[in-house]
């Protein structure tokens, strides 16, 4: 993962950089570091910890400079520390580098170097391909340019890198390989990062790098490349995006923003698409490809985390609505596991960022096979985004804080919609079910609202519980997958472990660890299976566990069970996933905070995986 900010221009780069690199913390945030060149000089300085702990080292530096490039990174090889931050030097000084990815030959090349007598100062897999970079470039007598495109054809693995040279005062050299790139074209300066919400205030106007390219960027210039060394002409696109999206808008964290935006956010994503008052469902990526998709003999879906989840929601909801078989698999097993994927195959990909290097790469192995990519994907204009034939984004807008919210809730609306849509076509929903569910899904924002506005009442109860060692959260059916969100959510953000699980499942195992420590969550709203779970909730009861239980209103006999609880508006039981799931995420927030948790940035995690 890692970010990665450049700039050259007339501006200073330092400010530039340094706030980019805020923007881009969500990417990783153990260490950070900058290199400016100036006056044909290169300084580097980094810092193990946050963004801010290397401003806090740099006050009173000389910092003027205008060109540089800035790292905040998430590590892979070594541990975070001042010396593995990035940039990198090479062995003579003249070159500087950052990286994000991982290359996975670096020990047979670092045997190489350190025959010629190289030495290295870090662990890292990127000072081991700088210095192979400037092996090559002494040796041959070529340019830096050319010496990186030999570098690169030589390595496996995945990488976007920048590069300063001392002899070159305007130049940053930049290629890119499984982890993102933007480069933002100003007036006579350029930007380079991993997304565009650095590059966002100072210009719209946009090139996303493609595998296998390398730019040569200059305040004037722009040169796009292949690794063969053919020029391509770049692909301006216009961002849109506006500042105060990446911005927190009066919140405390990003996190708590964000859910609080999915009232307007599920709006967004069914604007345009759902017509509740003339029946109909607009998603062109479907529409266009309809007869494809609804004849297919099985649909699979590929994702990774929170999109995973979103993933078991979808197939249930597909199996149910549309009577095509689903498998739901992680990304990371798919990609190396020989699974069958055959010409004409739908594979439903999900991801928020676009970039999940293992979801990226499953869907290119099947996309080889002559599967049918759809993408569900957050982040316009992303990789997953790009390779897929077809799509529907979920309009959630920019997400900062790394567990994910609002993209959750967009993910599922979309697939609902997806659903529905297929289901009519290939007549497997009655007209009135499926007018139902279009008027159920219309009125979630409202009921989100609604939850939202019981904030406090779920504080209190993360108050309670916000000392527990353990949680488990059981739930069945529809809302089985939001146990599992659930529980993830908690992990993630208030380290407290929790496991989430099939409400009867649970008595395979889970029930040996219930005592009256152990606070146990069930999704438990009014649908189908409702008088199975309150029989669980019984059996939890009996052994004494804390009940703290997500109820629809109105019903009585929860919280004749229950320690705690929590009441949201009544839904279908096929839409109340995306209504269930917000007072968890609360829970979650609520619990983190109280444990003095930076929500945003919890420790280990990063919001877009771009190493596998
Ligand atoms: C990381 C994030 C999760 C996310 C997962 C998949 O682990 O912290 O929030 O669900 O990656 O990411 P994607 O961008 O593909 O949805």
Not at 296 to 324: D, K, N, P
Request: net charge negative; proline share 4%; charged share 25%.
């Amino acid at each position: 993962m890692c970010g990665i900010v450049g700039y050259t221009g007339p501006k200073q780069a330092y400010p530039i950089i340094l706030k980019g690199l805020k923007r881009l913390e969500y990417r990783g945030y153990d260490s950070s570091g900058v290199a400016l060149l100036h006056n044909g000089k290169l300084d580097v300085y980094k810092k193990k910890g946050k963004v801010a702990q290397l401003e806090e080292s740099l006050v009173g530096v000389n910092v003027h400079a205008h060109i540089g490039i800035g790292h905040t990174r998430w590590a892979t090889h070594g541990e975070p520390s001042d010396r593995n931050s990035h940039p990198h030097t090479s062995s003579s000084g003249r070159l500087s580098m950052i990286h994000n990815g991982i290359i996975e030959n670096y020990a047979q090349l670092k045997k190489e170097l350190l025959s010629k007598n190289y030495t290295f100062t870090s662990d890292t897999d990127t000072e081991v391909l700088l210095n192979f970079i400037e092996d090559i470039l002494l040796n041959n007598n070529c340019t830096l340019e050319e010496a990186v495109r030999i570098a690169l054809k030589r390595i496996t693995g995945a990488y976007c890198i920048l590069l300063l040279d001392e002899q070159d005062p305007e130049t940053i050299i930049a290629a890119r390989k499984g982890s993102p790139l933007v480069i933002g074209i100003g007036k006579g300066e350029h930007f380079l990062a991993s997304d565009a919400s650095p590059i966002i205030e100072y210009t719209k106007e946009v090139v996303y790098v493609n595998d296998y390219e390398l730019a040569i960027v200059r305040p004037n210039e722009l040169i796009l490349k292949n690794i063969g060394n053919e020029k391509i002409t770049p692909f301006i696109t216009k961002l849109d995006m506006e500042l105060a999206a990446i911005e927190k808008g009066g919140y405390d964290h990003f996190m708590l923003k964000e859910i609080y935006e999915q009232p307007s956010t599920i709006q967004d994503c069914l604007r345009g698409r759902l017509h509740a008052e003339d029946g109909t469902i607009t998603m062109a990526g479907i529409d266009d490809n309809i007869e494809q998709i609804k004849n297919a003999e099985r649909i699979m879906i590929v994702a990774c985390g929170t999109s995973w989840h979103a993933g078991l929601v979808a197939e249930y909801i597909i199996e149910e609505l549309c009577r095509i078989p689903v498998e739901v698999e992680y990304a990371s097993e798919f990609r190396y596991r020989n699974p069958i994927v055959n010409k004409g195959d739908v594979i439903i990909a999900i991801s928020q960022s676009g970039e999940t290097a293992d979801t990226l790469v499953a869907l290119e192995k099947a996309k080889e096979n002559g599967a049918f990519i759809f993408g569900v994907v957050n982040a316009v204009g992303s990789s997953i985004a790009r390779i897929s034939h077809a799509g529907a984004y979920t309009h959630a807008g920019h997400e900062i804080g790394v567990a994910s919210t609002k993209a959750f809730t967009g993910q599922l609306v979309v697939l609902t919609m997806m659903a529905l849509r297929i289901a009519i076509q290939k007549e497997t929903i009655t007209q009135e079910r499926y007018l139902h569910l279009l008027t159920e899904l219309a009125d979630v924002p409202e009921k989100v609202d609604a939850i939202l506005k019981n904030a406090e009442h779920i504080k209190t109860i993360a108050l309670k519980y916000k000392d527990a060692h353990d949680f488990l959260f059981l739930g069945r059916g529809y809302n089985f997958p939001i146990a599992l969100e659930g529980a993830l959510k908690l992990k993630e953000i208030s380290y407290i472990h929790a496991e989430g699980y099939p409400a009867a499942e649970m008595k395979h195992g889970p029930i040996a660890l219930v005592d009256e420590n152990l606070p146990v969550v069930f999704i438990a709203t009014k649908d189908s299976y409702h008088e199975k779970i309150v029989s669980n909730m019984q059996e939890i009861k009996a052994r004494k566990g804390k009940i703290i239980s997500i109820i629809t209103e109105g019903d009585d006999i929860s919280p004749t069970l229950s320690n705690d609880c929590i009441f949201i508006p009544p839904a279908d039981e096929l839409i109340a996933p995306i209504i269930s799931v917000i007072p968890l995420q609360l829970l979650s927030y609520f619990t983190g905070i109280a444990k003095g948790i930076d929500v945003d940035k919890p420790r280990n995690l990063a919001k877009s995986v771009t190493v596998e």
